[in-house]
């Protein structure tokens, strides 16, 4: 099982559109503000903010926060790989050779 280098999993960070990530994942659309509800916890405000500038996630509500790896491991239950790869392969990106 190959490794992936730092910078590579940097880049698939970078150039993943984390509010489109979200929006295709969850069926939501973010409210005036750029908030979404939380999928980590019931909620009916808003409460779940993209920082795009750094591709963060917070939860002002449960806390919950991360990059877009960390949002797909906790929203689509994967792995730390697992989730590289699912972000790499939405993405298009090769995989780097062994």
């Known amino acids: 099982m190959a490794r992936f280098s730092q910078k ?3 880049g698939i960070v970078r150039d ?3 509010v489109q ?3 295709e ?3 939501q659309q973010p409210d005036k503000k750029g908030l979404f509800l939380c999928p ?3 909620e009916r405000t808003p409460s779940f903010k993209i920082y795009k500038e750094r591709n963060l996630f917070i939860c002002l509500g ?3 926060s991360g990059s877009p790896i960390n949002f797909v491991m906790e ?3 994967m792995s730390f790989r697992e989730a ?3 972000l790499a392969r939405r993405l298009n990106r090769r995989f780097p050779k062994k």
Do not use: E, M, P, S
Request: hydrophobic share 55%; proline share 0%; charged share 10%.
């Open 21 to 23: 990530l979200v929006k």
């Open 16 to 18: 993943t559109d984390f």
């Open 25 to 27: 994942l969850t069926d």
């Open 8 to 10: 590579w999993i940097n």
């Open 84 to 86: 590289v790869i699912f």
């Open 62 to 64: 449960c806390g919950a």
């Open 75 to 77: 929203y689509l239950f």
């Open 40 to 42: 980590f916890h019931t």
